[in-house]
């Protein structure tokens, strides 16, 4: 089946490292991704990480993915109160490429 | 090069109408997708056309509906709205169709039901 699932919440303080969870069934995923929505906006990509790959770094965001486990993890690196906002970890149906599903995303908030 | 335009921002219907959404697509993309978001559901996949055809659907009832021109722009139309319509529709647009690198969404219309 298809279903993503994250943690509702995280708070962390600025400065800090900011670790968001994801598990995800469908086995046959091509892409996952990492979508943030501030409030009022739409949803802005901002990493994204084929099947193959373990991890992909691009700036202060490092995306780890363990296949065997269907987990997925972006780590935002010193966390600024700019980075407040709902994360959304979503993947691509390799049945369905057209398709993304996503979590129920994380409000992510930080602390001074 | 501009992203992907919603119009309106903001709807309020009355229950038993029907209202329609357009979605113009970034320059080139040919695939646009509708996604509905609820506080309760979270974001749930309509449909997806390409060139002009519908690739793919959701689980919506037949009361959700959409279509797309042959300039890539899309609309979407909802007939007979429920309480439960309201929400943000959001519509996203990519260049092959297929996920890919990932879809560019845009701010969205907020449908409220009344």
């Known amino acids: 089946g298809e279903d993503v699932e994250q943690s509702l919440f995280l708070s962390v303080r600025e400065g800090d490292s900011s670790v968001i969870n994801c598990t995800y069934t469908?086995?046959?995923?091509?892409?996952l991704y990492w979508y943030k929505q501030e409030p009022g906006a739409g949803l802005q990509l901002l990493t994204y990480i084929f099947s193959n790959m373990d991890m992909k770094q691009d700036q202060r965001l490092t995306v780890l993915l363990n296949k065997k486990d269907k987990h997925l993890s972006l780590r935002i690196a010193d966390t600024q109160t700019g980075d407040s906002a709902i994360y959304f970890c979503a993947e691509s149906p390799y049945s369905s490429a057209s398709k993304i599903i996503f979590g129920s995303g994380t409000r992510l908030s930080i602390r001074p | 090069k501009a992203g992907v335009t919603q119009t309106p921002r903001y709807l309020i219907k009355t229950r038993g109408q029907q209202v329609t959404l357009s979605c113009s697509p970034i320059?080139?993309?040919?695939?646009v997708s509708w996604y509905q978001q609820t506080p309760g559901q979270g974001l749930q996949f309509l449909f997806e056309?390409?060139?002009?055809?519908?690739?793919n659907k959701g689980n919506f009832p037949g009361r959700f509906s959409g279509r797309q021109f042959s300039n890539s722009r899309s609309e979407m139309n909802v007939s007979t709205l429920e309480l439960g319509d309201s929400a943000l529709y959001l519509c996203?647009?990519?260049?092959?169709?297929?996920?890919?690198?990932?879809?560019?969404f845009g701010s969205g219309t907020r449908l409220t039901v009344v």
């Open positions: 996203a647009s990519s260049s092959t169709g297929a996920a890919n690198y990932g879809y560019t």
């Open positions: 056309y390409f060139s002009e055809t519908q690739r």
């Open positions: 469908d086995s046959s995923s091509t892409y």
């Open positions: 320059s080139g993309h040919r695939s």
